[in-house]
């Protein structure tokens, strides 16, 4: 890890990661977005097909349903940072189209050192986690969404230790909202209800 202490650093420095393969097929690593002293962390898995054109997390179609449900849980955007457990797309190719695959452990194991530079520069006071990959990172493979969401959670400071733990409370990822088909309304109103509680926290 680079002896940084300023985001810019760190994001010049993630660009350049070579830590696993991922690196070789996508178009460039995917940094987190947003400012230092952010109150609220979001984690999600890993850039998808726009993200990775784009080099910004959450600028696709997750990132529009994301937006929408900040914006009624009643946060502004200038208060949270976003960011993925894996900063490198990971594909299979389908003709033309670019397939999304979910990281496997050595992936998230890879890319750990930057989370956690994230979190060590933003210092936010509360961490949301977006989907299974993104809590099983921090807790472990037998982590469920289902089990966990909503409710707030001690940061895993044996695992990951940080200068100032922030609290953490998982929900459901806005991509599985959007595969939702019938249940789409009701997985959508969980979201905002979670990402309320967590702006309560703040
Ligand atoms: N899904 C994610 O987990 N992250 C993104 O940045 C986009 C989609």
Redesign the pocket.
Same mark, same amino acid.
């Given at each position: 890890m680079p002896p940084t202490s300023e985001l810019a650093q760190l994001t010049e420095a993630i660009a350049g990661c070579t830590a696993c393969e991922l690196y070789r097929d996508a178009t460039q690593a995917?940094p987190g977005r947003g400012a230092l002293g952010a109150p609220l962390m979001l984690v999600?898995?890993?850039? /998808?097909d726009r993200?990775d054109v784009e080099g910004e997390?959450?600028v696709?179609p997750?990132?529009h349903l994301l937006d929408r449900a900040l914006a009624e849980a009643g946060i502004a955007p200038e208060h949270v940072y976003?960011t993925?457990v894996v900063k490198h797309f990971r594909f299979a190719r389908q003709g033309k189209r670019r397939l999304h695959k979910a990281p496997a452990v050595r992936h998230v194991e890879a890319c750990a050192p930057w989370l956690i530079a994230e979190l060590e520069l933003v210092a936010p006071e509360g961490v949301v986690l977006? /989907?299974g990959t993104a809590g099983k990172a921090l807790y472990g493979p037998s982590f469920r969404v289902g089990d966990a969401r909503g409710r707030l959670a001690e940061w895993p400071q044996e695992r990951f230790p940080l200068t100032t733990p922030p609290w953490v409370l998982a929900t459901a990822?806005?991509?599985a909202i959007l595969r939702a088909r019938d249940e789409r309304e009701d997985a959508y109103a969980a979201l905002v209800a979670d990402l309320r509680a967590a702006v309560a926290a703040l």
């Open positions: 995917v999600g898995e890993q850039p /998808g993200e997390p959450f696709g997750a990132g976003v993925n977006l /989907g990822h806005p991509s």
